[in-house]
């Protein structure tokens, strides 16, 4: 039988990335790629996130999370997610903060200064071309050679490339609304450049303290909000001077306060979550699974 069959689940969003949260602390087992996609189905509860609580596997961690995205595949990092699952536990246990284990490293939280806002560490940025990880080797990945278009006309080009915890390629744009994402993502997602895939986004820069991002984000799709994307695309626009450090991201579902902290390099991202409804997976879901 499913390890999901009949099993509660939570679900939530962030900022409208739709977020489903499952508990399997107290009766660990595995999700495998093809339950992922009937739980994202008509008949299920479709989402973006998927998030697993597992037991901790590491002293001193709140537990050990698992991330899928919506076509089965497992991802590194998940900032809406994160959010969603924080506040899950702050309210379960008191606390007034958590750390939780994914495969990408552990993973700092603690309630913000309103009801229902988290604050998440999502650690520091790579930009090294074989940690994003980059296909080809790229001494500077502030902006490295792609472009979807004819040559001496592109769409797009030579985007910034970044990982925090999965891998992100950011395009600087005048009006992110200018562009069909829903046709351009899929073919940057599956770029041969990008070897794990990657999240696009398209990022326009407003003032030295607010740029604007859409993103299609790797094995989900077109996003209301995705919080790795909005981390990355702050960064980059750092790194590239084109704003300070502190920034107001504006994602489709909403905004996200992004701080690249300069004492330690990690990324500080602050922001809402919200709680739709609970529920318990139908067996029949999973029948032919």
């Not at 080809?136 to 902006?143: G, L, M, P, V, Y």
């Not at 985007?159 to 046709?183: C, E, R, T």
């Not at 500080?268 to 067996?283: K, Q, S, W």
Request: hydrophobic share 40%; proline share 6%; charged share 20%.
């Amino acid at each position: 039988m499913s390890t999901l069959a009949n099993h509660a689940f939570r679900k939530m969003n962030g900022l409208g990335n739709e977020i489903v949260v499952v508990d399997l602390r107290a009766a660990p087992g595995n999700i495998s790629a093809d339950e992922a996609r009937a739980v994202a189905s008509g008949k299920g509860a479709p989402y973006d996130q998927l998030m697993a609580l597992y037991p901790a596997r590491t002293p001193g961690t709140d537990a050990f999370v698992r991330i899928y995205n919506n076509d089965g595949s497992e991802a590194g990092a998940c900032g809406n997610g994160m959010r969603c699952v924080a506040d899950v536990v702050f309210k379960e246990t008191g606390k007034q903060a958590a750390t939780f284990e994914t495969i990408a490293g552990l993973v700092n939280c603690w309630p913000g200064e309103r009801p229902l806002v988290v604050t998440v560490d999502m650690g520091k940025p790579r930009f090294a071309w074989n940690e994003i990880p980059l296909a080809e080797k790229f001494h500077d990945t502030r902006a490295i050679e792609l472009q979807i278009g004819p040559i001496d006309k592109p769409i797009l080009h030579s985007p910034s490339a970044v990982s925090m915890g999965n891998p992100h390629a950011i395009f600087w744009v005048d009006d992110v609304q200018a562009y069909d994402l829903s046709k351009i993502g899929p073919l940057l997602e599956n770029h041969p450049i990008f070897p794990e895939r990657a999240n696009i986004s398209l990022c326009a820069v407003q003032s030295r303290e607010h740029i604007i991002v859409r993103t299609w984000e790797r094995g989900a799709g077109l996003t209301k909000a995705c919080g790795t994307a909005a981390c990355a695309a702050a960064v980059s626009a750092a790194r590239t001077r084109r704003t300070g450090r502190k920034l107001n991201v504006t994602l489709p579902g909403g905004d996200l306060a992004i701080d690249w902290r300069e004492t330690d390099d990690h990324v500080l991202m602050t922001g809402a979550v919200e709680y739709e409804y609970d529920g318990r997976f139908d067996p029949a879901l999973f029948a032919a699974v």
